[in-house]
């Protein structure tokens, strides 16, 4: 898979797209998400972000309460 990656998959988009593809032949997925952390601004930046086939470029989002910023604490 990593073969095939091209000027349009090395963006950090095109890249979380190839793992949201790999995982989806692997195993069913509602839901899926790919963030990056920046510990001086503690945010998140949603790389990609998926509800059942709906892919879009994620938004920037501050650590908070919920299970993501969970793992990071």
């Known amino acids: 898979m990593l073969a095939s990656l ?3 998959t090395s963006s950090p ?3 979380a797209r190839l ?3 790999a995982a989806g032949m692997l195993v069913a997925r509602d839901s899926f998400y790919v963030a990056r ?3 001086d601004k503690k945010e998140f ?3 990609l972000q998926a509800d059942g086939t709906d892919v879009w470029a994620g938004e920037r989002h501050p650590l908070g309460t919920g299970p993501t910023s969970q793992v990071v604490l």
């Open 6 to 8: 091209d000027q349009k």
């Open 13 to 15: 988009f095109g890249i």
């Open 19 to 21: 793992a949201y593809d």
């Open 37 to 39: 952390y920046d510990p």
């Open 45 to 47: 930046e949603f790389v």
